[in-house]
């Protein structure tokens, strides 16, 4: 046989299997080493997270934080800076209270696009003067996603109270995306029960629960989950496109 039609042949097989492998389109994954939570005690007006290793570059992080909003007023305003100035986070809600008032919270979001972060700070406008977990954080890292994954379409927050969670996002403008429910509590709740078809994430964080699940078609999703006890909670129902490559 000649030689360069097994060339050409192998050529062939290798193109296709390429784009094969680029039309199944990317799978979102949560990068373990680089998601943590981690909280402050008060009096403080600052509180910062570390995380394993930082996230890589083209990976989605985002950021929910909570705090106690009686010492401070509903107004105070959160930012998140990481420690070596890299990134910008951009508030998508907040600041958000529970019923109550007693607890404010905020979501963020930042694109990994140039260096990576170790840690981040949580600022608020205000000292806290609460006592336990007076401000908490959680940071997410995600890839596969796309590099403008954010889909601001399908953000809600949500207050509420009770040990039956449920959030429902708005409607997603691509069909792929992974679509993210959200609880932070104004008090430890754990044991938690995700809700079917999502997948949690850091179950053991007492005031906090955060669960995912991928989907392929454009329409609302509903977000549920139980706690074992009662309390007041915002809730964030948030979408982010999947890399379609």
Known sequence: ??????????????????FCVRSAG???RIDPDATSN???NGPTAKCQIFVTHGPARGETAYVFASWWSQSVGLAAIPLIDDCQQHNTFKMLSGPDHAPGGA???ALFVTNVSTCSFTSLTVSLSAPVTGGFDAIFAQVVSISGL?????????LKAQPGNGPSLN?????????NEMIWGIWLFDGPVTPY?????YTSVLTGEAVSLSEY???????PQKATAASAAGAHWVAYAIGFKIRSD
């Open 103 to 105: 607890l404010s919270t």
């Open 26 to 28: 990317a799978n979102p």
């Open 167 to 175: 959030v429902t996002s708005g409607m997603p403008s691509v069909p």
């Open 213 to 219: 699940k991928n989907i392929s078609e454009a329409a």
């Open 38 to 40: 981690g909280a402050c």
């Open 1 to 18: 046989m000649d030689p360069l039609f097994i060339v050409r042949v192998a050529t062939v097989l290798s193109l296709m299997f390429c």
């Open 146 to 154: 796309e590099p403008d994954s954010t889909d601001m379409s399908t």
């Open 193 to 197: 029960e995700t809700g079917r078809g």
